[in-house]
């Protein structure tokens, strides 16, 4: 079972809210904005535009409802499609922003001064009826004036964050509409539906975290803590906090309890730190390298692969000829060194790759890279050449032979 990462629900407020502008670009998220932003284009199409688009806005708010109810059960990452997809709650709410974008539209079409009016006790009253709808799931009492007042006592000052985002999103509407004017629409539609679905996913994941701080007063249990202990997960953390206290005392008995932890699956990154930690502590040069190479190669097949450069870097420092014991480890994190900019690590990857795996199909590749990095420094270019008249010796028929001859020439004509 994956990890479920929880939010403690005393974690303070500001720290949500600094958290939460990343949050629609993480994971499910990002990948279900980018899909959703993609599908406004639908719009674009004759006789069937007008429908594509009210379904399109529709999944929208149906996805924005299954992040302020998953949030408001302490889960700290964005749902999958459809994870809270029985909850009469979301459907509510679709219904409820479903019909706020019909009122905009008839206000433009036939009173264009009634717009902003709209607008604005739409964002005042918005987020009482979505976090209503959420924690009581009663359509008729979200819609209550009575009730948004109770709602706003509830949560005070905080009350006015997705009020903000709200009114930056009625701004975003009639910029849009402004806009439309000075770039054609096929380039103007996906950045304003973008930005439209990054700010309505960022303000219910916002109202999840106000209803998940109230939880208590609201009758409302989180499901991530539960599923947690379920898991396990609770018992990872009690171990922790108890090798801690024992490392004081016994640091050897530590490392073999958390080494048998590490031997079963999928421990959590806390659990390997204090292990590494107390390695350190006892000077085992050899088991940190070890276990330098058991997490590198656990957090690749986790697709944690800048985590991995970190433990990896950790390692190089330890011994200076440090490389991971998988090829395929070690080109990706040799790939994304390179990407990322870091080219003496990406060289040190691509060279320990060459020395290990000499003969693997993917060693051309990995000697473009280390001449490449070479070449770009003026005083390395010979080393870059020597290497490149390697490469095309050991394989004179490799599909990337043509590669290998083309920056051949470009190094020798700048040397």
């Given amino acids: ?67 302020l109810l998953h949030t408001a059960h302490g889960y700290a990452n964005p749902p999958d499609v459809g994870s809270e997809g029985n909850s009469a709650s979301g459907w509510g709410l679709t219904a409820v922003h479903l019909l706020l974008v019909a009122l905009c539209v008839l206000a433009v079409v036939f009173f264009p001064r009634a717009l902003w009016p709209v607008l604005v006790v739409a964002a005042l ?75 309505i996913v960022l303000a219910f994941h916002l109202m999840g975290a106000l209803i998940h701080q109230r939880h208590e007063h609201l009758g409302l249990v989180p499901e991530a803590p539960r599923l947690a202990r379920a898991s396990g997960q609770d018992e990872d953390s009690r171990l922790v906090e108890e090798a801690r206290a024992q490392a004081a005392d016994d640091p050897v008995a530590t490392l073999h309890r958390l080494a048998e932890r590490l031997r079963q699956h999928n421990a959590p990154a806390p659990v390997h730190q204090l292990y590494r930690e107390l390695l350190r502590r006892q000077g085992l040069r050899d088991d940190l390298l070890v276990h330098g ?89 010979t080393e870059a050449l020597v290497l490149l008249e390697k490469l095309a010796t050991a394989w004179p028929d490799h599909p990337l032979r043509g590669d290998i001859a083309t920056l051949q020439r470009q190094l020798a004509g700048a040397a």
């Fill in 1 to 67: 079972m994956p990890r479920i990462e929880v939010v403690p629900a005393d974690t303070p407020f500001g720290e949500r809210l600094a958290a939460g502008f990343g949050y629609p670009l993480r994971g499910a998220g990002l990948a279900t904005c980018t899909a959703l932003t993609l599908a406004h284009y639908a719009g674009l199409l004759p006789a069937v535009g007008m429908l594509a688009s009210l379904l399109v806005w529709a999944a929208t708010w149906r996805y924005a409802a299954d992040c």
């Fill in 125 to 199: 009253a918005l987020p009482a009826v979505d976090m209503s709808l959420a924690f009581d799931g009663n359509l008729a009492l979200a819609l209550n004036p009575l009730n948004w007042v109770r709602v706003v006592n509830t949560f005070g000052p905080v009350y006015l964050v997705p009020v903000a985002i709200n009114l930056l999103l009625g701004l975003l509407v009639v910029l849009a509409s402004l806009g439309s004017h000075l770039l054609p629409r096929i380039l103007a539609l996906p950045l304003f539906a973008f930005a439209s679905t990054y700010l």
């Fill in 293 to 381: 190479q058991i997490w590198i190669a656990a957090l690749i097949a986790q697709n944690e692969a800048r985590r991995a450069l970190g433990v990896l870097q950790e390692c190089c420092g330890i011994d200076p000829a440090f490389v991971p014991d998988d090829p395929r480890t070690c080109g990706e994190l040799a790939d994304l060194a390179d990407r990322l900019g870091m080219a003496r690590l990406a060289t040190h990857l691509g060279r320990g790759y060459l020395a290990h795996w000499p003969r693997d199909e993917h060693a051309p590749h990995y000697g473009l890279l280390v001449a490449r990095l070479l070449g770009a420094q003026a005083e390395r270019r």
